[in-house]
């Protein structure tokens, strides 16, 4: 009887060992993982410092030479709100504000919005400001703006991920393959799916033009 208690209670400690490293092993895995993810993103931003190209300089009153921005190839910035909204942009060059290391002027631009339960959004621009902390971005120069089978053309586009509002400005060309549409600006609140076309002057109207 008393071999018997003495292998239930060897039995017991063996089977809480096994758990115990097994527990031990998650865990430390778990761990690793959050690290790695962490040290991708250090290893990202060591690439782009290492990439830079080169650094447009100043001299002050005494002299001394001051950095005042640096140029960056290949960049790439993802976001996600709390929602699972997505947003990815990325530029073929870059050149940062010496003032607000946040801010950064991007060169040959690709975007995409993915917004939960829509197809995607693909904006590409010539050039644009994009700030890293507010993810606000303002799309400059050969604007183009794809959805589904919706294309709109501007020379600018305010966008504000984080309010989900997009303003479309300068030169505004919307077409749908049948309807084309000349305007001031588009407003589109994503958030609340509204879509405002208005003129800048009020005498002045949207010229749509469609095609059967």
């Excluded at 239930?8 to 490293?21: M, Q």
Aim: proline share 0%; charged share 30%.
């Amino acid at each position: 009887m008393q071999k018997k208690h003495i292998f239930i209670y060897s039995f017991l400690i063996l089977s809480l060992i096994v758990l115990t490293a097994f527990f031990l092993y998650n865990y430390q895995s778990k761990t690793k993982i959050k690290v790695k993810v962490y040290e991708k993103e250090e290893a990202k931003e060591l690439t782009l410092k290492k990439a830079d190209k080169s650094s447009d300089v100043k001299v002050d009153g005494s002299n001394n030479i001051v950095s005042e921005s640096t140029l960056i190839e290949n960049i790439e910035y993802n976001a996600i709100d709390a929602t699972g909204n997505k947003f990815e942009i990325k530029a073929a060059e870059g050149k940062t504000d010496a003032r607000n290391y946040n801010k950064l002027s991007l060169i040959g631009v690709n975007a995409k919005i993915q917004l939960l339960n829509a197809e995607i959004i693909t904006i590409t621009s010539d050039f644009a400001d994009y700030n890293k902390s507010t993810v606000e971005t303002i799309f400059k120069k050969n604007v183009k703006i794809n959805y589904i089978n919706h294309k709109v053309e501007s020379e600018k586009l305010h966008l504000s991920f984080e309010d989900k509002l997009a303003n479309i400005t300068e030169e505004v060309i919307y077409n749908s393959g049948t309807t084309k549409m000349f305007t001031d600006n588009i407003k589109i609140d994503f958030g609340r799916k509204n879509t405002k076309i208005f003129m800048n002057k009020n005498n002045e109207k949207v010229f749509v033009k469609s095609t059967y």
